[in-house]
């Protein structure tokens, strides 16, 4: 009877070394498609209603286009955060370096708006509702190294 | 970077684990991604965290006027060894502590 359970765990200790390497490779694969290619977010907060909710959406964000550059105004993107480095938020792009961006200041107070030109190497992002947003009309124009996806 | 790294290049090896976990310190020499030209990756010495008082010379060609300021929230303050001729946070502000590379 012992013989038969050293044979079982023989047979174990063979399997589990492949399996181990099977579980890895699947790891690593999702991690490089997770930072490469696409990446999943939970988005909350009301600084982008009515196009995503309040309480809570999950979005697809594919991470390609930030690497080649093909971001235009009107993309939605993640960036991360310039106060808080480990927080990614969600905006639009309004402006890309050169552009010139009128925005109004203090939509709560005022209709008084101001026209500014996006510096080199930087973009111009707001949420959909201005009224309740950190963006770029607090923070100033956002690095695009800062650019998630 | 002068004299610490060579003009016509040095190869360093950079640990990437220390800005994850915000083990980065003034004095540090950090990679981080150029604000002006995001493809580029420039070397710099950290000289002030967040909420740290930095005070700089700010053109040492011309004069010997120097300036201090508050490193806001989420940023750094790099600048590079050899002063005299180095576009740093003396000339862009300071840096989003996002932008570290390793």
Request: hydrophobic share 40%; with cysteine.
């Amino acid at each position: 009877m012992i013989r038969r359970n050293l044979k079982q765990w023989k047979n174990i200790a063979i399997e589990a070394p492949n399996q181990s390497f099977l579980v890895a490779k699947l790891l690593c694969f999702l991690h490089l498609t997770n930072k490469y290619l696409c990446t999943a977010a939970l988005t909350y907060g009301p600084s982008m209603l009515p196009t995503l909710n309040l309480t809570g959406d999950l979005v697809l964000a594919e991470r390609i286009s930030p690497r080649i550059g093909k971001v235009a105004p009107g993309d939605i993107v993640l960036v991360q955060s310039p106060v808080n480095p480990r927080k990614v938020v969600t905006k639009r792009v309004m402006g890309m370096e050169g552009d010139s961006v009128t925005y109004v200041v203090d939509p709560k107070n005022s209709d008084e708006s101001d026209t500014i030109v996006v510096p080199k190497g930087h973009i111009w992002i707001e949420g959909d509702n201005i009224h309740d947003s950190n963006d770029s009309r607090k923070f100033g124009a956002f690095p695009y190294g800062l650019l998630q996806a | 970077m002068l004299p610490t790294l060579n003009l016509t290049g040095d190869l360093v090896l950079a640990e990437r684990i220390s800005p994850r976990i915000g083990k980065v310190a003034p004095g540090d020499i950090v990679l981080v991604q150029s604000p002006v030209n995001p493809r580029k990756v420039v070397t710099k010495r950290v000289m002030g965290m967040e909420g740290d008082s930095v005070t700089y010379v700010v053109d040492p060609k011309n004069s010997d006027e120097s300036d201090t300021i508050v490193v806001p929230k989420g940023h750094i303050w790099i600048e590079g060894d050899n002063i005299h001729d180095s576009n740093d946070s003396r000339k862009f502000g300071a840096f989003p502590y996002g932008l570290l590379q390793a």
